[in-house]
């Protein structure tokens, strides 16, 4: 077993990260904020993550998908996470699974000519805005079809959040009934609570860069702050939080692609850490920066603002705990 990237990983970090940051930048994320609830102004949107292949990794390559490994698009998908990219991969990432089977929709999805969104329960869902056709679990089996969205006033808009109500839907091919469509459905949220912390995992990892360089060319007293401990000590800790977080990130994407029996665990542990990881390091940017990080004019609470929501998305950190507590019982009494 090997924690590390290979070649091949880090070439494909490093070609989204340069597409990413050509597509889309704290400016952009601000001036969405700016922008009406109506306007879909997120960068660098539906259209363009499409083009780039990024979206649709996952997808098979017989749809016109990439017919990578869900820990390929977890390696993009901490590079969207640093530039605070929208919409989600996690949408992609949990269509690709929930929509396995049925050909037609799948490659819709790769040409964009199908834009989804998927609804878990009533809370708001995650890049409603702009979506056309939403996936849901209902009555046992998955199935898709139109709804209308109510737009919310989130802390982050850019996450695109609205509370969907369905409208007329149909079974999605293949999904398979009771225990096979709640199976999928299962796999599909654990997937999608990876890419979660590996979207987390980027914005935590960007806040404490950025912390670590105020610190560094600030000055106090004649000394730059970072070399006062208050301010050293904080930093330290937002990134050990941080490296805590990328392992669990790789092991819960090995998993999905490897150790299915692992997932759930792995992928509960990966939500809940960087829950707590990604608040950390928004929250140190924030002190590091003293008076103007409380400010509008400074971008950190755009990062602050992305860890509170992300905190709420696909089950809060409470219920993340308490899953892993739960298995980790059942695996000990086995």
Do not use: C
């Not at 993009?76 to 049925?102: C, F, K, M, N």
């Not at 060319?217 to 004649?222: C, H, L, M, P, Y």
């Amino acid at each position: 077993m090997n924690f590390d990237l290979d070649d091949q990983q880090r070439d494909l970090a490093s070609a989204a990260g340069d597409f990413l940051a050509s597509s889309t930048s704290l400016a952009d994320v601000r001036a969405a904020l700016d922008a009406a609830a109506t306007d879909i102004a997120v960068r660098p949107g539906r259209d363009q993550l499409l083009s780039s292949g990024f979206a649709t990794i996952t997808l098979p390559e017989e749809v016109d998908g990439g017919g990578g490994t869900v820990l390929d698009l977890a390696v993009v998908a901490e590079q969207a996470g640093r530039v605070l990219a929208g919409p989600s991969l996690i949408t992609y990432a949990r269509a690709a699974v929930l929509l396995a089977g049925d050909t037609d929709r799948l490659r819709a999805l790769a040409a964009g000519e199908m834009k989804v969104a998927v609804v878990d329960g009533d809370g708001p869902v995650l890049d409603a805005l702009g979506a056309e056709q939403f996936l849901a679990l209902r009555d046992g089996r998955i199935v898709i079809g139109g709804g209308t969205v109510d737009l919310p006033d989130p802390i982050d808009p850019t996450r695109g959040l609205g509370r969907v109500t369905l409208g007329d839907v149909e079974v999605v091919d293949g999904s398979g009934d009771g225990a096979d469509a709640q199976a999928r459905w299962d796999r599909a949220l654990q997937i999608g609570r990876v890419i979660l912390a590996a979207e987390s995992l980027g914005a935590a990892a960007r806040s404490v860069e950025i912390g670590v360089a105020y610190a560094k060319e600030r000055q106090a007293f004649g000394r730059a702050i970072g070399s006062y401990q208050a301010v050293k000590h904080a930093l330290v800790d937002a990134y050990v939080a941080v490296e805590e977080l990328r392992s669990l990130v790789w092991w819960s994407a090995w998993a999905a692609d490897n150790a299915p029996d692992e997932l759930p665990m792995a992928s509960a542990s990966a939500k809940g850490v960087a829950a707590m990881a990604s608040q950390l390091a928004a929250e140190t940017l924030i002190q590091v920066h003293g008076g103007i990080g409380f400010t509008w004019e400074h971008d950190a609470h755009l990062y602050w603002r992305r860890a509170k929501v992300d905190r709420f998305l696909l089950g809060d950190d409470v219920a993340a705990f308490d899953e892993v507590a739960r298995l980790a019982m059942a695996g000990a009494a086995s």
